[in-house]
T-cell receptor, first 111, second 115 residues
Framework: LAKTTQPISMDSYEGQEVNITCSHNNIATNDYITWYQQFPSQGPRFIIQGYKTKVTNEVASLFIPADRKSSTLSLPRVSLSDTAVYYCLVGFNTNAGKSTFGDGTTLTVKP | DAGVIQSPRHEVTEMGQEVTLRCKPISGHNSLFWYRQTMMRGLELLIYFNNNVPIDDSGMPEDRFSAKMPNASFSTLKIQPSEPRDSAVYFC?????????????FGPGTRLLVL
């Protein structure tokens, strides 16, 4: 499982675009990049997944450069309800015994 | 689809008692994961099943923990005997996909408190 590095926390204001970057230098050729969102007292929820270039859905966009050693989750025009922890996961999650989701990025959206 | 179903949602028990957590994965999914989440240790993968077979249980803390998946629609995580340090939120997740491209769907979790 590729090791990932994300900022521990980020602050933003309502209506702004938020970009969260994840580093994954040892990503394998077959690995996809998946982002999850977790609200307090809930399980993580799938947001978006990609392999290269750009992926967009109704919730977010995912930008992946050609070398795939990093990825950026972009949340357009955030609202207070986007306050959550965001996790970047690379590859297949079989690294049992460790916190494979890492610490994630705690995003706080302020009014 | 109802999503991943877990029961009970909350469990309070005394040290030494047996605890059984249950999970019903999404129909058609072929992988099932049990996680534990605490403030100190984050989200830890305990065990992973593929096609009802345990593939990796190296995350199971000790012999007090055991997990089974008797069929594709049901799994249990058992703690016997329970200890206060087992207090955590336990999540079950299921997925379908090829290696390297997994999308996991999580249940609502079971909040366990061992007194």
């Amino acid at each position: 499982l590729a090791k990932t590095t994300q900022p521990i926390s980020m602050d933003s204001y309502e209506g702004q675009e938020v970009n969260i970057t994840c580093s994954h230098n040892n990503i394998a050729t077959n690995d996809y990049i998946t982002w999850y969102q977790q609200f307090p007292s809930q399980g993580p929820r799938f947001i978006i997944q990609g392999y290269k270039t750009k992926v967009t859905n109704e919730v977010a966009s995912l930008f992946i450069p050609a070398d795939r050693k990093s990825s950026t989750l972009s949340l357009p025009r955030v609202s207070l309800s986007d306050t959550a922890v965001y996790y970047c996961l690379v590859g297949f999650n079989t690294n049992a015994g460790k916190s494979t989701f890492g610490d994630g990025t705690t995003l706080t959206v302020k009014p | 689809d109802a999503g991943v179903i877990q029961s009970p949602r909350h469990e309070v028990t005394e040290m030494g008692q047996e605890v059984t957590l249950r999970c019903k994965p999404i129909s058609g999914h072929n992988s099932l994961f049990w996680y534990r989440q605490t403030m100190m240790r984050g989200l830890e993968l305990l065990i992973y099943f593929n096609n009802n077979v345990p593939i990796d249980d190296s995350g199971m803390p000790e012999d007090r923990f055991s997990a089974k998946m008797p069929n594709a629609s049901f799994s249990t995580l058992k703690i016997q005997p329970s200890e206060p340090r087992d207090s955590a939120v336990y999540f079950c997740a299921s997925s379908i996909g090829t290696r390297g491209r997994e999308t996991q769907y999580f249940g609502p979790g079971t909040r366990l408190l061992v007194l």
